[in-house]
C-alpha cells in the first residue's frame, strides 16, 4: 500500500518535481500516444510571422478550451488534445478574428494548420468551416487510422476490434513464437506482425496506458467496438517518444462523455441455421451465438466533469462436427484382438501380436489393473477397429465492461481515469464419465483481466505542456479440469503426482491410435504497473519533447504438464507397433516421464528516458532528431531459480561454486560475479538514436516526402525463462523407457520413485 499511496502521490505533483523525480526511471506515451495535437504559423496578409497571437482550441462537443500563444517565429503548438470535434480561433489586436470550425482530430493525429490574419477592427472575424488537412507534416512514422465508424459499422467475427489492424496494410496474423492457441492468454488475445515485425513485437496502448500481456507480449483483450472512439496503427521510424517493443504500436482510445446524454442499444446474434454447410460436411457446428450490450454518456456537469460507461455480454455454443479417435471395442475387452490386427484395420497389412497374444487372442486376467481401472472411463466402440465419433462441445460466457470519467479541473488541468474488465467463463466438461471430455475444448477456462488508466494533463504554461499516466493490467488465466479427473496415482499406479490442487489432477497418455491426450491445466497470473511522465515544450521554431517510463510487469504461472506423469503406449512391446491398446491393456508402456512444474514467479523493470526534438526549419523542411536511453534489466525469479552461462568461464575452465558438478561455464546465484537473482546480466548502455526529415514539396500541406532511421530495442517476453524451474538443478525431466509396468513404472529405476524432488537442491546434485 505504500509503494502505491507514493505512485499517486507523484501524480499531483507539480511538473517541475515530476520531471526530476522521473527522468532517470520512465518513458512515456503522451500526447501523441492518447490524443492529438494541433500545429502551425499565423502570419499577416503580407507574409511576415506575428507573435503574441492568441490561439485557442475549443471542443465542441465538451465546450473545453486550451490557448497559447504563438512564439516570436508566430509559431503555435497545442499538444494532448483529446481526440473530437474541433475549433480553432486565433486573435490579435488590430486584426481580424480568425475561426475555422469542422476541425476532427484523430488519435496521434499532428495537423498543421497555417493561419493568415487581416488588418480589421475589433469585432471583425473570418469564419472558415473546413476540415484540417490530416496530412502529417512533421513526424516521420507511417499510420493507419481505424474510424469510428469502421470499428461500429465493418463486420467482423466476435466484434473483436483488433482485427481491423489488418487493413493497416502489411499487416498479418501469425503464432510462430508469439504463444497465442495455448490458452495461456485471454482468448481474444492477438500476435499481428505489422510491416515485417515479430508477432508479439506490437505494442498495444489503451488511451495510453501499456495494454501487452507480459507473459508472451501479446495483446490483451480490447474493449468492444461501441466503446473505442479509434485507434490507429503507426510503423516505421517513430521518434524517440516510443520504445518498448520494436514493431508497430496500436493506439487506442476509448469513448468520452460530452455536454449531451447518448446512449445505444445493440444486440448481434448467429445462428447455424442461417449459415451454409461446408462441402462434404455432413452436419453442421450447431453454431449460436448472442452478443448483446448498451453504452451511455454524458454530463455530470456541464463544461467540467462528463461519464461514459457500456457492457457487453456474448453467449456462445457451438456443438462442433465430429471428432475421430480409436477406443477399445467390446471384442479387445474382451482380449480378442483379431479385428483390430487385420489388415482392414492397419492399411492392408495384417498384423500377428506376439506373446503372450496367441492367434491375436489373449486372456483378459493378463491385464494390468491400471489399464482395467482406465477402461471404465472410456466409451465402448462398436466398430471393428475402435473407431469413435465424438462431439467436445465449445460453450463459453463473456461479459465486458468499460467505465471512465472526465474532469476539467481548471482551465490548464484535466483528469480522467478509465477503467475495464473482461470476464471469459468456458465450464470443464469432465464429469467423472468419459475421460474424452477431458480433451480439447473439454479444458475449462476461468479468465479475468482488468485494466485501468489514470492521467493527469496540465498547461504548466502556454508553451509547455505536462502529461502523466499511471496504469495497470492484472489478468488472471486458469486452464481447469473437472474436479473429478483421476490421477494415474488414483488408478493404482505407483507415482507420485506433483498437481493436486482442484481443478490441476490430471494423467496424460500417448497411446498410437489412441484417444487424444487429455488438455494440460494450469494458472498462469501477470500484473504490470507503468507510470510515465512527458513533456512538450515550445521554444522558437523547436517543439522539444521529453519524459520517461517505469513498466513493472509480475509474472506468477504454474504449468504442470509433465507434474503427474506421462506414458507413452506406442505399441512397440506386443501391439506390433500399431496397436498401443495391445501395451496399455498389458500394462506395458514404451515409456514413463515425469518433471517438474513450471513454477515461476518472476519481475521485471523496464526503464526509459528520451529527448526529441521537431525543429521546423522551413515552412516546408521539418528535422526529427530524438535520442532514447532503454537500459535492460534482467527479470528476477523471486524463488531463485536462475542461471547464467558466462563464455569466460568455459574458455577458462570455471566452474560454479554452489553447484559444484554443473557444466563448466554455468553460473548460479551465489557463486561469485553472478546478478542476484536475475537471468543474466543487465546492460545499461542501450541507447537508441532516431533521426529524419519531412520535406512538404509544395507547402500546401497535402503531401510529403519522408526519410528516417532509428534503433530499436525489445523487452523481453517473460515466458522465455520459464524453461529454468524444469532443468537442473532447479528441477528435471526423468525418463524410464520400456518400464517393468503401468502399475509401477519407476520399478527399475535406482532408487524407486524419486518423487517429490527436495527444494531448494543439494549443492552436490548431479
Same mark, same amino acid.
Given at each position: 500500500?505504500?509503494?502505491?499511496?507514493?505512485?499517486?502521490?507523484?501524480?499531483?505533483?507539480?511538473?517541475?518535481?515530476?520531471?526530476?523525480?522521473?527522468?532517470?526511471?520512465?518513458?512515456?506515451?503522451?500526447?501523441?500516444?492518447? /490524443?492529438?495535437?494541433?500545429?502551425?504559423?499565423?502570419?499577416? #496578409?503580407?507574409?511576415?510571422?506575428?507573435?503574441?497571437?492568441?490561439?485557442?482550441?475549443?471542443?465542441?462537443?465538451?465546450?473545453?478550451?486550451?490557448?497559447?500563444?504563438?512564439?516570436?517565429?508566430?509559431?503555435?503548438?497545442?499538444?494532448?488534445?483529446?481526440?473530437?470535434?474541433?475549433?480553432?480561433?486565433?486573435?490579435?489586436?488590430?486584426?481580424?478574428?480568425?475561426?475555422?470550425?469542422?476541425?476532427?482530430?484523430?488519435?496521434?493525429?499532428?495537423?498543421?494548420?497555417?493561419?493568415?490574419?487581416?488588418?480589421?477592427?475589433?469585432?471583425?472575424?473570418?469564419?472558415?468551416?473546413?476540415?484540417?488537412?490530416?496530412?502529417?507534416?512533421?513526424?516521420?512514422?507511417?499510420?493507419?487510422?481505424?474510424?469510428?465508424?469502421?470499428?461500429?459499422?465493418?463486420?467482423?467475427?466476435? +466484434?473483436?476490434?483488433?482485427?481491423?489492424?489488418?487493413?493497416?496494410?502489411?499487416?498479418?496474423?501469425?503464432?510462430?513464437?508469439?504463444?497465442?492457441?495455448?490458452?495461456?492468454?485471454?482468448? @481474444?488475445?492477438?500476435?499481428?506482425?505489422?510491416?515485417?515485425?515479430?508477432?508479439?513485437?506490437?505494442?498495444?496502448?489503451?488511451?495510453?496506458?501499456?495494454?501487452?500481456?507480459?507473459?508472451?507480449?501479446?495483446?490483451?483483450?480490447?474493449?468492444?467496438?461501441?466503446?473505442?472512439?479509434?485507434?490507429?496503427?503507426?510503423?516505421?521510424?517513430r521518434p524517440a517518444r516510443y520504445g518498448i517493443l520494436p514493431g508497430a504500436t496500436?493506439?487506442?482510445?476509448?469513448?468520452?462523455?460530452?455536454?449531451?446524454?447518448?446512449?445505444?442499444?445493440?444486440?448481434?446474434?448467429? =445462428?447455424?441455421?442461417?449459415?451454409?454447410?461446408?462441402?462434404?460436411?455432413?452436419?453442421?457446428?450447431?453454431?449460436? +451465438?448472442?452478443?448483446?450490450?448498451?453504452?451511455?454518456?454524458?454530463?455530470?456537469?456541464?463544461?467540467?466533469?462528463?461519464?461514459?460507461?457500456?457492457?457487453?455480454?456474448?453467449?456462445?455454443?457451438?456443438?462442433?462436427?465430429?471428432?475421430?479417435?480409436?477406443?477399445?471395442?467390446?471384442?479387445?475387452?474382451?482380449?480378442?484382438?483379431? =479385428?483390430?490386427?487385420?489388415?482392414?484395420?492397419?492399411?492392408?497389412?495384417?498384423?500377428?501380436?506376439?506373446?503372450?497374444?496367441?492367434?491375436?487372442?489373449?486372456?483378459?486376467?493378463?491385464?494390468?489393473?491400471?489399464?482395467?481401472?482406465?477402461?471404465?472411463?472410456?466409451?465402448?466402440?462398436?466398430?471393428?477397429?475402435?473407431?469413435?465419433?465424438?462431439?467436445?462441445?465449445?460453450?463459453?460466457?463473456e461479459q465486458l465492461g468499460v467505465g471512465r470519467v472526465d474532469w476539467q479541473m481548471?482551465?490548464? +488541468?484535466?483528469?480522467?481515469?478509465?477503467?475495464?474488465?473482461?470476464?471469459?467463463?468456458?465450464?470443464?466438461?469432465?464429469?467423472?464419465?468419459?475421460?474424452?471430455? @477431458?480433451?480439447? &475444448?473439454?479444458?475449462?477456462? =476461468?479468465?479475468?483481466?482488468?485494466?485501468?488508466?489514470? #492521467?493527469?494533463?496540465?498547461?504548466?504554461?502556454?508553451?509547455?505542456?505536462?502529461?502523466?499516466?499511471?496504469?495497470?493490467?492484472?489478468?488472471?488465466?486458469?486452464?481447469?479440469?473437472?474436479?473429478?479427473?483421476?490421477?494415474?496415482?488414483?488408478?493404482?499406479?505407483?507415482?507420485?503426482?506433483?498437481?493436486?490442487?482442484?481443478?490441476?489432477?490430471?494423467?496424460?497418455?500417448?497411446?498410437?491410435?489412441?484417444?487424444?491426450?487429455?488438455?494440460?491445466?494450469?494458472?498462469?497470473?501477470?500484473?504490470?504497473?507503468?507510470?510515465?511522465?512527458?513533456?512538450?515544450?515550445?521554444?522558437?521554431?523547436?517543439?522539444?519533447?521529453?519524459?520517461?517510463?517505469?513498466?513493472?510487469?509480475?509474472?506468477?504461472?504454474?504449468?504442470?504438464?509433465?507434474?503427474?506423469?506421462?506414458?507413452?503406449?506406442?505399441?512397440?512391446?506386443?501391439?506390433?507397433?500399431?496397436?498401443?491398446?495391445?501395451?496399455?491393456?498389458?500394462?506395458?508402456?514404451?515409456?514413463?516421464?515425469?518433471?517438474?512444474?513450471?513454477?515461476?514467479?518472476?519481475?521485471?523493470?523496464?526503464?526509459?528516458?528520451?529527448?526529441?526534438?521537431?525543429?521546423?526549419?522551413?515552412?516546408?523542411?521539418?528535422?526529427?532528431?530524438?535520442?532514447?536511453?532503454?537500459?535492460?534489466?534482467?527479470?528476477?525469479?523471486?524463488?531463485?531459480?536462475?542461471?547464467?552461462?558466462?563464455?569466460?568461464?568455459?574458455?577458462?575452465?570455471?566452474?560454479?561454486?554452489?553447484?559444484?558438478?554443473?557444466?563448466?561455464?554455468?553460473?548460479?546465484?551465489?557463486?561469485?560475479?553472478?546478478?542476484?537473482?536475475?537471468?543474466?546480466?543487465? &546492460?545499461?548502455?542501450?541507447?537508441?538514436?532516431?533521426?529524419?526529415?519531412?520535406?512538404?514539396?509544395?507547402?500546401?500541406?497535402?503531401?510529403?516526402?519522408?526519410?528516417?532511421?532509428?534503433?530499436?530495442?525489445?523487452?523481453?517476453?517473460?515466458?522465455?525463462?520459464?524453461?529454468?524451474?524444469?532443468?537442473?538443478?532447479?528441477?528435471?525431466?526423468?525418463?524410464?523407457?520400456?518400464?517393468?509396468?503401468?502399475?509401477?513404472?519407476?520399478?527399475?529405476?535406482? /532408487?524407486?520413485?524419486?518423487?517429490?524432488?527436495?527444494?531448494?537442491?543439494?549443492?552436490?546434485?548431479?
Amino acid at each position: 500500500m505504500k509503494f502505491l499511496r507514493t505512485l499517486i502521490g507523484c501524480v499531483g505533483l507539480v511538473a517541475p518535481v515530476m520531471a526530476l523525480c522521473l527522468l532517470p526511471a520512465s518513458l512515456a506515451w503522451g500526447q501523441a500516444v492518447s /490524443g492529438s495535437q494541433i500545429s502551425g504559423i499565423v502570419k499577416d #496578409a503580407s507574409g511576415g510571422v506575428l507573435p503574441g497571437v492568441t490561439v485557442t482550441a475549443t471542443n465542441t462537443d465538451t465546450g473545453i478550451e486550451r490557448t497559447v500563444y504563438t512564439t516570436g517565429e508566430g509559431a503555435f503548438n497545442l499538444p494532448s488534445l483529446p481526440v473530437g470535434p474541433y475549433k480553432l480561433t486565433a486573435s490579435l489586436t488590430g486584426f481580424t478574428t480568425y475561426v475555422q470550425s469542422g476541425i476532427v482530430l484523430q488519435v496521434g493525429s499532428n495537423p498543421t494548420i497555417n493561419v493568415t490574419l487581416s488588418v480589421g477592427g475589433v469585432g471583425e472575424e473570418v469564419n472558415v468551416v473546413a476540415a484540417a488537412t490530416m496530412v502529417d507534416t512533421r513526424g516521420t512514422s507511417v499510420g493507419q487510422l481505424i474510424e469510428e465508424k469502421q470499428i461500429v459499422n465493418l463486420p467482423l467475427n466476435g +466484434r473483436q476490434p483488433t482485427q481491423l489492424i489488418l487493413l493497416s496494410g502489411a499487416a498479418v496474423v501469425t503464432t510462430a513464437g508469439a504463444l497465442v492457441g495455448d490458452r495461456r492468454q485471454y482468448p @481474444s488475445s492477438v500476435s499481428i506482425s505489422v510491416a515485417g515485425g515479430t508477432g508479439n513485437g506490437t505494442a498495444y496502448l489503451v488511451d495510453g496506458g501499456y495494454n501487452n500481456d507480459p507473459l508472451a507480449n501479446v495483446s490483451q483483450p480490447f474493449p468492444f467496438p461501441d466503446a473505442l472512439q479509434e485507434f490507429k496503427v503507426e510503423n516505421g521510424v517513430r521518434p524517440a517518444r516510443y520504445g518498448i517493443l520494436p514493431g508497430a504500436t496500436v493506439n487506442a482510445v476509448t469513448k468520452s462523455g460530452a455536454n449531451n446524454y447518448r446512449g445505444a442499444l445493440f444486440e448481434f446474434y448467429r =445462428d447455424h441455421r442461417f449459415n451454409a454447410i461446408k462441402p462434404f460436411t455432413t452436419s453442421d457446428d450447431g453454431l449460436n +451465438r448472442n452478443q448483446w450490450g448498451g453504452t451511455v454518456g454524458g454530463p455530470i456537469a456541464r463544461n467540467k466533469a462528463f461519464f461514459f460507461g457500456g457492457v457487453q455480454f456474448t453467449r456462445l455454443r457451438v456443438n462442433p462436427t465430429d471428432t475421430t479417435s480409436f477406443v477399445p471395442s467390446a471384442k479387445m475387452r474382451a482380449g480378442d484382438f483379431t =479385428d483390430v490386427a487385420s489388415a482392414a484395420c492397419n492399411a492392408g497389412n495384417a498384423l500377428t501380436l506376439p506373446a503372450p497374444f496367441v492367434n491375436n487372442r489373449v486372456d483378459p486376467a493378463l491385464f494390468n489393473p491400471v489399464a482395467v481401472n482406465l477402461m471404465k472411463y472410456l466409451p465402448v466402440s462398436d466398430d471393428p477397429c475402435g473407431r469413435i465419433a465424438f462431439k467436445v462441445p465449445d460453450n463459453s460466457n463473456e461479459q465486458l465492461g468499460v467505465g471512465r470519467v472526465d474532469w476539467q479541473m481548471t482551465t490548464s +488541468r484535466k483528469l480522467f481515469v478509465r477503467y475495464f474488465i473482461a470476464n471469459y467463463d468456458r465450464a470443464p466438461l469432465y464429469d467423472g464419465t468419459n475421460v474424452l471430455m @477431458s480433451t480439447g &475444448n473439454g479444458l475449462g477456462l =476461468d479468465n479475468r483481466v482488468q485494466t485501468g488508466v489514470m #492521467a493527469h494533463d496540465w498547461a504548466v504554461r502556454s508553451n509547455l505542456f505536462s502529461s502523466t499516466r499511471l496504469s495497470f493490467a492484472k489478468s488472471r488465466i486458469l486452464r481447469l479440469q473437472g474436479d473429478s479427473l483421476f490421477t494415474w496415482k488414483d488408478l493404482g499406479s505407483k507415482m507420485t503426482p506433483m498437481a493436486t490442487d482442484p481443478g490441476m489432477e490430471f494423467g496424460v497418455a500417448t497411446i498410437t491410435n489412441g484417444y487424444p491426450q487429455t488438455a494440460f491445466p494450469g494458472r498462469f497470473n501477470s500484473m504490470t504497473w507503468q507510470l510515465s511522465q512527458d513533456f512538450d515544450w515550445t521554444k522558437g521554431a523547436h517543439q522539444l519533447a521529453f519524459g520517461g517510463m517505469w513498466i513493472r510487469p509480475k509474472l506468477d504461472a504454474y504449468g504442470p504438464f509433465q507434474a503427474n506423469g506421462w506414458f507413452t503406449f506406442n505399441g512397440s512391446r506386443v501391439g506390433g507397433g500399431r496397436v498401443g491398446y495391445a501395451d496399455l491393456l498389458l500394462g506395458l508402456p514404451s515409456q514413463f516421464r515425469e518433471g517438474g512444474i513450471q513454477d515461476i514467479q518472476q519481475h521485471m523493470n523496464y526503464l526509459a528516458a528520451y529527448v526529441q526534438d521537431t525543429w521546423r526549419i522551413s515552412d516546408r523542411l521539418t528535422l526529427n532528431a530524438g535520442l532514447r536511453w532503454e537500459p535492460y534489466h534482467s527479470a528476477v525469479d523471486e524463488a531463485g531459480y536462475a542461471s547464467h552461462f558466462e563464455m569466460d568461464n568455459f574458455f577458462a575452465n570455471i566452474r560454479s561454486t554452489v553447484y559444484t558438478k554443473a557444466p563448466v561455464g554455468l553460473m548460479y546465484p551465489g557463486d561469485n560475479g553472478y546478478p542476484g537473482t536475475s537471468y543474466n546480466r543487465s &546492460n545499461k548502455n542501450q541507447f537508441a538514436p532516431r533521426l529524419g526529415m519531412v520535406w512538404d514539396p509544395t507547402g500546401d500541406g497535402k503531401q510529403t516526402i519522408r526519410a528516417a532511421g532509428g534503433i530499436f530495442y525489445e523487452m523481453p517476453k517473460m515466458w522465455q525463462y520459464g524453461r529454468a524451474p524444469l532443468n537442473p538443478p532447479f528441477g528435471n525431466t526423468l525418463v524410464v523407457n520400456n518400464p517393468a509396468s503401468f502399475t509401477d513404472p519407476w520399478a527399475t529405476y535406482a /532408487g524407486g520413485d524419486p518423487f517429490p524432488i527436495q527444494k531448494p537442491v543439494s549443492s552436490t546434485v548431479t
